[in-house]
């Protein structure tokens, strides 16, 4: 499985992006899902998660400004960022946890990451 994130750039602080992870390969299942974000100099941090039934949480910086989502195969996960503001930047990296069928064993895989730029 891997996955492939898209949707960073510049953006005035105020404004919004949606980021985008599409996953490809063959003969998986993926059960949770989830958007990370590394600002320069800090520690990977977790943004916002989202379960296989759709079931959403997100960090306190976060919350009631960005919504996390996927589309109905389960397969593409979004992330809608609105009201974003100068510490909302960083790379992020999608991350997702899949079940591979020919050995029923549970994995984990990470994106590429893609940058997130507000300027205030």
């Known amino acids: 499985v891997q996955l492939q994130a898209s949707g960073g750039g510049l953006v005035q602080a105020g404004g919004s992006l949606r980021l985008s992870c599409a996953a490809s390969?063959?003969?998986?299942?993926?059960?949770?899902m989830a958007w990370y974000r590394q600002a320069q100099g800090n520690q990977r941090e977790l943004v916002a998660q989202?379960?296989?039934?759709?079931?959403?949480n997100y960090a306190g910086s976060v919350k009631g400004r960005f919504t996390i989502s996927r589309d109905n195969a389960g397969n593409t996960l979004y992330l809608q960022m609105d009201s974003l503001k100068a510490e909302d930047s960083a790379v992020y990296y999608c991350?997702?946890?899949?079940?591979?069928?020919?050995?029923?064993?549970?994995?984990?895989?990470w994106g590429q990451g893609t940058e997130v730029t507000v300027s205030s």
């Open positions: 991350n997702a946890n899949y079940v591979a069928h020919m050995t029923s064993r549970y994995l984990e895989v």
């Open positions: 989202i379960s296989s039934g759709g079931i959403a």
């Open positions: 390969g063959s003969r998986f299942s993926i059960t949770a």
